[in-house]
């Protein structure tokens, strides 16, 4: 049953599917309107309403633990549909999906490049279509002003997509596809450019509010995280969160330079960092030391056959990308290769932007964050991931962020705590990253909660944290995407999650077994977890270094 709402949930997304190495529908971009939803929304209550009449008590754990990621999965799906009508309310996510529909059988090699052409072409010559369709659902006095900003941005990257990378790709294959590729490819940025063009003569009747509210938001604590919180509790954990992190960060400040503030240390350290052409590079050097320590310490199996290539962010998912971020290897296709891939910089913004933007890489950054997202973090995480869910197509596909994220931040602490970071600037640093995702719960619940303006957040980012103004709007726009509420949350609470785990399964327990055992479920809530890693038996079994 698991496995048939992995195919309905699949099925409703051919963009998805097709990012998840799912290639059945490759040629089609899919259909959204109340009516799509309609029908997945039955769907989906079907499913919840049969899953939950199974007693699984007597099944295996694995059997149970599927069931329960199942009905979590769907009634976060369902809820979403109902709360956030995101095919009507965030045009963004569209032209995204047109990129990432078109990026992946370009890039990926997961079939003939011939045979992914002919694909890529079916979705190019739809996207007119599609557009069109997108527009007569769009009503601006439900769409958020800031979602108007971010999807004339958003369009203004897929064009130059379409226009220069589309052809580069159809000028290696051979025959008639070559020319209709690139002819689809101009239609589709003409298509995308009208489609910005009505967005722009509706700016200013967009009348619509981004803030997901108090049941939403608790909703999701309590069924898509597993968290016993409310938003009420979770603001007030931030904030202590915060105070502890500050008094940290000052202390260790204090420690290195007694007379200068550790927002000009900050200031100071970002003056290091690499030419533009050099940031890929600068995070492979880190991304290649994260590794190498990791086998040092024997912190963590790596499998044969992993690899994570460092390459450029397309232009069209730049908007609220500021650094950088982690495009594992598709769950369902053969390998285990990632992409970490890192937004370059814009050589038409202005001198100031250009200035923060090459700060915000500077190379105490570069080394404080690698590991979280290549070694041991995000990269290997979803190796293990990938490699421990084999026999479950529903925790194959589904990720929690309070997991994967919370081992992102986790691993922080650990190259920390086992010796990889030396350098006082770079532990600094780590210090600043660790205030920075207490900001952020704070932010999160405030943003949703209690009326804080972006203009408020970003300042609150710029002032608590000392990020620069370009990190700080790329991070607040991250936030209030449709699909975020509670995500700038889960890393604190999925690395204090972790850290319990790890204190309760006790000190005889290597920290290669705890971490190996701990990735062998895939990417669900912790407290999913939480008697299985904990029991007897299973301390038994990391003692002796038995793993999943």
């Known amino acids: 049953m698991t496995e048939r709402l992995d195919q309905v949930v699949l099925r409703a997304d051919p963009v998805a599917a097709t990012q998840v190495g799912v290639h059945t529908w490759d040629q089609e971009l899919g259909r959204f309107g109340s009516d799509v939803a309609d029908d997945y929304l039955r769907d989906l209550h079907r499913f919840v309403v049969r899953l939950e009449s199974i007693d699984s008590s007597s099944l295996p754990f694995s059997s149970q633990l599927d069931a329960t990621v199942a009905i979590a999965d769907a009634k976060v799906k369902a809820r979403q549909l109902v709360e956030t009508r995101f095919w009507e309310r965030a045009p963004y996510w569209h032209l995204e999906r047109l990129g990432t529909g078109a990026s992946q059988l370009m890039e990926r090699p997961f079939a003939a490049v011939q045979e992914r052409a002919e694909s890529l072409l079916s979705r190019l010559e739809a996207v007119p279509a599609y557009l069109a369709s997108v527009q007569r659902l769009i009503v601006p006095s439900d769409l958020p002003e800031p979602y108007v900003d971010m999807t004339i941005r958003v369009a203004d990257g897929l064009q130059t997509f379409f226009g220069t990378s589309v052809p580069v790709f159809a000028s290696q294959l051979e025959g008639r596809i070559t020319?209709?590729?690139?002819?689809?490819?101009?239609?589709?940025?003409?298509?995308?450019?009208e489609f910005s063009g009505s967005l722009h003569e509706i700016r200013g009747t967009a009348g619509g509010s981004f803030r997901a509210g108090a049941a939403y938001f608790d909703f999701l604590l309590r069924t898509y995280h597993g968290v016993p919180l409310n938003h009420s509790e979770l603001f007030e954990w931030g904030r202590e969160q915060v105070e502890a992190d500050r008094a940290r960060l000052e202390d260790y400040a204090k420690a290195l330079e007694p007379d200068l503030h550790w927002t000009e240390q900050v200031s100071r350290i970002k003056q290091n960092h690499p030419r533009p052409e050099g940031f890929a590079d600068a995070y492979a050097r880190e991304m290649e030391r994260a590794r190498d320590h990791c086998v040092e310490k024997d912190l963590i199996s790596i499998p044969d056959g992993e690899v994570c290539h460092v390459r450029w962010l397309p232009?069209?998912?730049?908007?609220?990308?500021?650094?950088?971020?982690?495009?594992p290897s598709p769950s369902f296709e053969p390998g285990l290769v990632s992409e970490w891939l890192i937004t370059p910089i814009d050589p038409d913004a202005p001198t100031d932007r250009r200035s923060q933007h090459m700060r915000d890489n500077c190379y105490a950054f570069c080394e404080s964050i690698a590991g979280?997202?290549?070694?041991?973090?995000?990269?290997?995480?979803?190796v293990h991931h990938k490699l421990a869910t084999k026999a479950s197509p529903i925790r194959r596909y589904f990720v929690s962020p309070l997991f994967s994220e919370g081992w992102g931040l986790y691993t922080e602490d650990l190259l920390n705590?086992?010796?990889?970071?030396?350098?006082?600037?770079?532990?600094?640093?780590?210090?600043?990253?660790?205030?920075?995702?207490?900001?952020?719960?704070?932010?999160?619940?405030?943003?949703?909660?209690?009326?804080?303006?972006?203009?408020?957040?970003?300042?609150?980012?710029?002032?608590?944290?000392?990020?620069?103004?370009?990190?700080?709007?790329?991070?607040?726009?991250?936030?209030?995407r449709q699909g975020n509420p509670t995500d700038p949350s889960s890393y604190l609470m999925g690395r204090t999650a972790i850290h319990d785990l790890r204190a309760r399964c006790g000190t005889g327990v290597t920290l290669r077994s705890f971490h190996d055992r701990l990735l062998s479920y895939g990417s669900v809530p912790l407290s999913f977890l939480d008697k299985e890693l904990t029991g007897d038996s299973h301390a038994r079994d990391l003692e002796h270094g038995r793993g999943a």
Request: hydrophobic share 45%; charged share 25%.
């Open 179 to 193: 020319s209709r590729l690139s002819a689809a490819a101009r239609r589709a940025a003409a298509a995308v450019a």
């Open 417 to 480: 705590e086992t010796g990889l970071f030396d350098d006082p600037a770079v532990k600094l640093f780590k210090l600043r990253n660790a205030l920075w995702r207490s900001v952020r719960v704070v932010i999160d619940t405030g943003l949703h909660m209690r009326s804080m303006s972006l203009a408020e957040a970003t300042r609150l980012l710029e002032e608590e944290v000392a990020l620069d103004l370009h990190m700080a709007e790329g991070e607040i726009t991250r936030y209030i």
């Open 315 to 327: 232009e069209y998912l730049r908007v609220g990308l500021p650094i950088a971020v982690m495009s």
């Open 372 to 382: 979280h997202e290549t070694y041991p973090g995000h990269h290997l995480q979803r």
